[in-house]
Each structure stands twice: as structure tokens, then as C-alpha cells.
């Protein structure tokens, strides 16, 4: 019996350690590593029982071949040799016919670590496939930070001890930022206010002083008429911003409009409530504004975190300890060399471009472009995930199509694959580990061997290279070279370390990168953009977001109990999660005749969908939530809230618009 440590692999900030006791050949505990300098041991009730997942029954433990129709989920085992054939196969088939462009690579946030999820890129690079535009959870936000911002890094998580007011807008902490969730808890025992700005906050009301629900897709019509107030009252540090930004005083002429009655009669925020926060905000010294993705998600995304982000420095709260933006890219970084994981040096044509949000489209054949006829899903789960689910079906139910899926349980896109390859858990491979919500670095290695004939996401690409005959030997690497090649060949992030913190990561584990400064302004004119005149729209201002013709705003919230589509396999967490709910405010349920618990369908021009609804006041008037990813089977329908997103995308990082969407909801 001995332990060892281990990194939290999923779609997480923090990327927690861990600490696994095993045998050998089973991991028997799962406990928070103390000495990861960001969790410092907190990690989530998911986390605690990682085991029930990883020695599940339900895993699949051996390459499986379609017997059924598409969708049906029957399967029949067979040999790592006659699914490498079977795949290579259809490859070159379809290099031969239809040429590259209708192979495409499809992943996402399954798993986090830099070689399994960026490791495939290699092959398909060699291979001259699509390339995956990657936009689907935050990607407008970071464009519409970096667009004020550039590189400059926000604030890291553990400097919120600093801030001395707490703005959390669009974030859900509790499933989102647990490690943080401490440190408001302490602030609110110190006397510091925390207010929640959010469409949905049931989850978050009660850690919050304050809850001001605004209409989704209108957080930008607040931040300018808090600016507006700022402005007219003193309290903008003009200092500062005439010092340190470009365009403040044209951008201050623009305010006048923007008065808190105009944003009042868009965001369903009362007058007198954006006053009084505004001069809150102003009298703070070090106010933090923790910004989640949520009010990123819509058309006009990019613009109104951009717009948050202006706002954030109005009273030149970025030059003090604690002060400014949390949520964004902290800095730190680079880490290591991507590209020795990449290698884009392979490509030897120019690739056709997929965006990630559109892959029904893709699926169905874009303007200009040949229907894909490949399509390899790994780390990904599209079905219950990605906009449009009646397309993407309707995409993978075509038996043109050629799919293989890397997974680990039966997920509903699995149930359309040709040929699902057995996946592994992140004790059972080795990895780094680059946090994308702080300033640290890790490594782990692996704990256990894989059960049954079980495959990492590295493995299955180099044997799949090598049975299409590619020759480099970039594919005859394991993953514990690729991880010393990277340690070996450090970026500016980890250049400092020292030979302790050097120690930890040959042998596992996780070290803290120090803090940037936040006003060592990382744009190419040495100072904040609040004028911006790369952009197409260099001044900033509100616009709508896509919206739609029903009369209710859809917004899909995170469940603490679940992520994303993970855990799903955990009966556990998903009972405790409970139904596939529909929230919606009292005064909109009863001008349906909707009570608490009844069954109802949320429909627009996508499709409709079945939920039970959930009454609470702590949701914004005319909107409803989505809470959680389901799977079908938990659908009274069997249609998930994907069915009822668009594929349209934000105005800037061309993301995805899952929450600028509109239903109507009706007792089933």
C-alpha cells in the first residue's frame, strides 16, 4: 500500500492535486494533496470518490464495432488490430476520394492535462485534416479581456485576500471556484461585502450580501451606466486612466447616454440599485470584480466583457494589492512548448477550418465545402454539449459517415460511433498540467495500469500513425518522454524555479508561479485599450445581443454535483442533482398556469424539449435556466437543452452563444 500524487484532469480552474492511495493495481482513496499551493487540499465532492468512476462496472474495457444502427448503442467486441485496421482503412479512403478537408478531429474539455487533450494534433497535422476552431466554452471572453488587456494578467484567485469588495458577476463559484469560496466566506467574517450580479443565482445567493438580477445578455448596459454614475459623481480615477490607458476621454464623452434609467429599461436592474453599486464600487478601494463565462455567451459577449473589463479599472483599482479582475487569464505563462506536442511543423498544406460550435453544419456539408466523411471524437461528448443537437444527430446518423469515439463510458455520442476505442483515467497515464485560472504548473505520472485493454489518448494516436505508415519519430515517444522533453525545455513561466519546486515536478506535483504585475500593461501600446482601433468597433458601447422571437431568455447554468457531461457514470452525483429542471421565476410560471414539479416543454424554432420545473424567485423575470448536462435517457423526450441553441456565434473569439437564445414554455 503506498500513495501517490495526482492531478485533477478536468474542466476546472484550479486543476487540483490529489493524493491516491493504491495497491498497485486499484486506487482505494482519493484525498486533496496539501501541498498544492492553489487547493491546498479543497477539493470537490466529485473529486473525493474519482475511484467510483475509475473501477466503475460500466466501463468499457475493450475496442468496441458498431452491430446496430447508429444511435442504437450495440456493440460487439473486437481486437486493437482489427479497429486500428478498420480506422486507417477509412482514412485512406477518404484521402484518396474526398481529400484531407473531410477528416476532422473533434475534442474539447474532457480532459484538461497538455498531451492527452493537445496530443492528437500531432497526427492529424501529419495527416493534413481539418483543424478544430476550439471556441466552445469562454473563447469571447478571453477575446474580449485581451482586447482592453492583451497579455496583461488579471488577478490570481489567492490575491482576493486583498480586495476589499467583492463583485461576482455571472459565476457560479460553488461549482466553478470552490478553492475561492473559502476565502469570500472569510472576507464576509471581516465585514467585506460580496454582491452577486447574475441571471441565475440560486446556487450562489446565499454566500452573497447582495443579488442583483440582470436580463441575459445585458450585462454591458450595466457596467456602462455604472460608469455612467462613476463619472458623473467623482469617483472615476481620471489619473490613472489618462496615464495609463488609451482613448479614456473620448470614451468618457460617449458616457452621458448611458444614464442608469436608459440601463434599467434593458436590463430589468432598478435605477436606484445601479446607483447605489456603482458608488459602492467607487468607494472601495480594492474592489474585485470575479468574473465568470456566462455573459460571455451570447452575441455580444466579447463586447460586454469588454466593457466589465473598462470598468474594472475606472477607478484605478489595478494599481492596488486585491484590486481589479479575477476570472481571466492570470498570466504567468507560457509554461512549456506546445508546439513539441503539436508539432505544426508536420502540416504541409493549408487546413480547412471547423469551428467547434458548428458541427452540425459540418456534418451536413458547409457552403463551399465537402460533407466531413471522418470525424474523430475524443475528450468531447458533442451530443449532450454542442449547439444544435437535431443537427449533429441527424449528422451522425448518416451512414456515410465514418466515426470513432475515445471513451471511457457509454455516452450518447458514443452510441453513434463505428468504432469506440477504451480510454483511460488520469492515474493511468502521465501528463503536465498548466491551470488556466492561476499561476501554477504540475505533473503527474501514472499510478495504476489500465484495466482491461484500455488505451491513453497518446497511445492510441502513435499506434494509429504508425498503421497509416508515418515514419516520424515523434510517434514512437511514451508519454513520459514527452513530459521530460517539455520539463527539459522550460518557457518563460517556469524559468525562475527552484531546484526544490524543479524536484516536485520530475516526480510529480504541483508549484505556484508568482504573481504578474498587473500594470506592467502587456499591449502593444504599453497601456490598457479602452479605445481600441484594431478592433472593427474601436469605441466601446452596447449593442443587443442575437436574441430571438420568443418571449423567454434560456440560459444554461453549471450544476455543482455533475461537470459538463462528466461524472454522469456516478449515479450518486446525479441523483443528488435530481430531475433535468427547468427554473423559472414564480410571476413567469403562473402566467402559464405552471406550478413547482410539473412537467414542461421549452420550445423554439430548434425543436422542443421536456424538463420539470423549478420555481424560484433568484432567477431573473423572462428568463429561464438549464441546470446541468444530461444524458437522453434522463429526458422525458429524450432531447437535451442543446436541442434549443443556435449555432451562431459571439462578435468576437467566435464563440459560441449558448446562452442568447429565446423559448417559450408550456405545461406538457
Not at 450580479?197 to 445585458?218: F, N, W
Not at 455573459?295 to 463586447?303: D, E, F, L
Not at 511543423?345 to 460550435?357: F, G, P, Q, Y
Request: net charge neutral; aromatic share 6%.
Amino acid at each position: 500500500m503506498k500513495t501517490c500524487k495526482t492531478i485533477c484532469p478536468y474542466d476546472c480552474p484550479t486543476s487540483c492535486g490529489l493524493v491516491v492511495t493504491t495497491d498497485g493495481q486499484s486506487i482505494l482513496k482519493v484525498r486533496g494533496d496539501g501541498d498544492d499551493p492553489v487547493s491546498r487540499g479543497l477539493i470537490c465532492r466529485k473529486m473525493q470518490r474519482y475511484e467510483k468512476s475509475i473501477h466503475s462496472p460500466d466501463r468499457i474495457l475493450t475496442p468496441l464495432k458498431r452491430v446496430g444502427d447508429k444511435g442504437e448503442g450495440r456493440f460487439a467486441p473486437i481486437s486493437w488490430d482489427e479497429a486500428v485496421d478498420t480506422i486507417t482503412s477509412r482514412w485512406k479512403q477518404a484521402l484518396a476520394e474526398t481529400g484531407p478537408e473531410s477528416i476532422l478531429p473533434f475534442y474539447y474539455s474532457g480532459v484538461m492535462s497538455l498531451i492527452q487533450r493537445n496530443g492528437g494534433d500531432a497526427l492529424f497535422n501529419r495527416m493534413g485534416a481539418c483543424s478544430l476552431v476550439k471556441t466552445l466554452c469562454a473563447s469571447a471572453k478571453g477575446a474580449g479581456y485581451s482586447s482592453v488587456m492583451g497579455k496583461t494578467g488579471c488577478l490570481d484567485p489567492r490575491e482576493l485576500k486583498h480586495s476589499d469588495l467583492f463583485i461576482v458577476w455571472g459565476s457560479n463559484m460553488k461549482a466553478t471556484r470552490l478553492q475561492s469560496m473559502r476565502d469570500l466566506a472569510k472576507a464576509r467574517q471581516q465585514g467585506k461585502r460580496v454582491v452577486l450580479i447574475e441571471s441565475y443565482g440560486r446556487e450562489m445567493a446565499s454566500y452573497c450580501d447582495q443579488v442583483v438580477l440582470v436580463t441575459p445578455g445585458t450585462d454591458g448596459a450595466l457596467a456602462l451606466a455604472m460608469m455612467h454614475v462613476l463619472l458623473r459623481e467623482g469617483l472615476v480615477d481620471k489619473e490613472f486612466l489618462q496615464r495609463e490607458a488609451v482613448g479614456f476621454q473620448d470614451f468618457a464623452k460617449t458616457l452621458d447616454t448611458y444614464t442608469p434609467a436608459w440601463a434599467e429599461g434593458i436590463t430589468g436592474v432598478p435605477a436606484q440599485t445601479i446607483i447605489e453599486l456603482a458608488r459602492e464600487f467607487g468607494a472601495a478601494s480594492a474592489p474585485a470584480i470575479i468574473l465568470g463565462s456566462g455573459n460571455s455567451r451570447h452575441g455580444n459577449g466579447g463586447m460586454t466583457v469588454r466593457l466589465i473589463t473598462i470598468l474594472s479599472a475606472f477607478t484605478g483599482a489595478w494599481a492596488r494589492p486585491g484590486g481589479g479582475l479575477c476570472g481571466c487569464n492570470p498570466g504567468g505563462g507560457p509554461y512549456v512548448d506546445m508546439t513539441r506536442i503539436t508539432r505544426p511543423d508536420l502540416r504541409s498544406n493549408t487546413a480547412r477550418k471547423v469551428n467547434i460550435n458548428m458541427l452540425a453544419s459540418a456534418l451536413g456539408g458547409e457552403a463551399g465545402q465537402a460533407p466531413i466523411r471522418c470525424l474523430h471524437i475524443y475528450a468531447c461528448n458533442p451530443v449532450g454539449a454542442v449547439a444544435n443537437q437535431e443537427g449533429i444527430l441527424r449528422g451522425m446518423s448518416n451512414p456515410d459517415l465514418f466515426t470513432v469515439v475515445h471513451e471511457r463510458f457509454m455516452t450518447d455520442t458514443a452510441r453513434y460511433a463505428d468504432i469506440i476505442l477504451p480510454a483511460t483515467f488520469s492515474v493511468e497515464q502521465s501528463d503536465c498540467y498548466s491551470s488556466y485560472g492561476y499561476c501554477s504548473f504540475g505533473t503527474s505520472f501514472k499510478v495504476i495500469p489500465a484495466p482491461g485493454e484500455c488505451k491513453s489518448n497518446w497511445d492510441i494516436f502513435c499506434l494509429l500513425a504508425k498503421a497509416m505508415g508515418y515514419q516520424e519519430s515523434h510517434f514512437d515517444r511514451s508519454e513520459e518522454d514527452l513530459v521530460k522533453e517539455l520539463l527539459g525545455n522550460p518557457r518563460q513561466g517556469l524559468q525562475g524555479l527552484s531546484q526544490e519546486e524543479w524536484d516536485v515536478l520530475r516526480t510529480g506535483g504541483v508549484v505556484s508561479i508568482p504573481f504578474v504585475d498587473h500594470t506592467d500593461w502587456q499591449t502593444g501600446a504599453g497601456k490598457m485599450l479602452i479605445v481600441n482601433d484594431a478592433l472593427d468597433a474601436p469605441m466601446p458601447h452596447y449593442f443587443a445581443n442575437h436574441g430571438g422571437t420568443q418571449p423567454l431568455h434560456l440560459v444554461a447554468a453549471p450544476s455543482s454535483e455533475t461537470l459538463n457531461s462528466i461524472f454522469l457514470e456516478r449515479g450518486d452525483l446525479v441523483d443528488r442533482r435530481g430531475a433535468m429542471a427547468l427554473v423559472m421565476h414564480p410571476d413567469d410560471a403562473a402566467a402559464r398556469g405552471i406550478v413547482d414539479g410539473d412537467a414542461v416543454l421549452a420550445f423554439n424554432e430548434q425543436g422542443e424539449v421536456a424538463f420539470c420545473a423549478s420555481l424560484t424567485p433568484l432567477v431573473a423575470r423572462g428568463t429561464v435556466a438549464a441546470v446541468g448536462v444530461f444524458q437522453t435517457a434522463r429526458s422525458a423526450n429524450g432531447k437535451l437543452v442543446n436541442t434549443l441553441h443556435h449555432e451562431r456565434l459571439s462578435d468576437m473569439g467566435q464563440a459560441t452563444t449558448l446562452n442568447d437564445n429565446t423559448v417559450e414554455v408550456r405545461k406538457a
